[in-house]
């Protein structure tokens, strides 16, 4: 029960993230249509086109990066994880999901210090710098909710005896 609620929830959040690194793509299109349009019809650029583009570019990646995890759309050499026999593949689908796990932990960890160092207004924009690494943060820890997730799939496909593949694909 505990698990469905948690796999519906991540889902809920990567249809969140999906619809916000879209709508901070449009968005982007948009100012730097209009920005464009201004030079050419009063050849004037707006000026804060530039750096709300590159805040809006770095969270729409930062949003995107839960999204590709959870889809499985991340770098993957699962060519040889696939041959393996079923109690070899979810050995190495455990491993994956530790470092996996431990990697966005070790992220997350570093926040508390580096927050406080990220000060400052970004010229043109108005917000601090720290607001610039908020969805990372918050993609890293989604992302180690759903390598808990997988880590368990991978657990019960090595007691079992069963491909944790198949058993990924059948939660989708």
Same mark, same amino acid.
């Given at each position: ?8 929830? /991540?889902?809920? !959040? ?20 209009a920005n464009i349009l201004s030079r050419l019809i009063w050849d004037k650029g ?7 583009? @590159?805040?809006?570019?770095?969270? !729409? ?10 889809? @499985? ?23 994956? !999901?530790?470092?996996?796990?431990? /990697? ?56 079992? @005896? ?5 058993? !990924?694909?059948?939660?989708?």
């Amino acid at each position: 029960m505990v698990w469905r609620a948690l796999d519906a929830g /991540l889902g809920w !959040a990567e249809r969140l993230f999906l619809a916000g690194a879209n709508g901070l793509l449009l968005t982007m299109l948009a100012i730097n249509l209009a920005n464009i349009l201004s030079r050419l019809i009063w050849d004037k650029g707006i000026i804060w086109v530039f750096p709300w583009t @590159g805040v809006l570019f770095v969270w !729409a990646i930062f949003l995107a990066f839960f999204v590709i995890f959870r889809r @499985g759309q991340d770098i993957s050499i699962d060519v040889v994880t696939r041959r393996l026999p079923a109690r070899a593949a979810a050995l190495v689908a455990i491993l994956v !999901a530790l470092l996996v796990i431990g /990697l966005m932990l070790l992220v997350l960890s570093q926040a508390p210090t580096l927050i406080p160092r990220q000060v400052g207004r970004i010229d043109l924009v108005g917000l601090q710098r720290y607001w610039l690494a908020a969805p990372l943060w918050a993609s890293c820890a989604l992302i180690v909710l759903q390598y808990v997730l997988n880590l368990r799939l991978a657990v019960i496909g090595f007691i079992e @005896g069963r491909d944790p593949h198949a058993l !990924a694909e059948a939660r989708e």
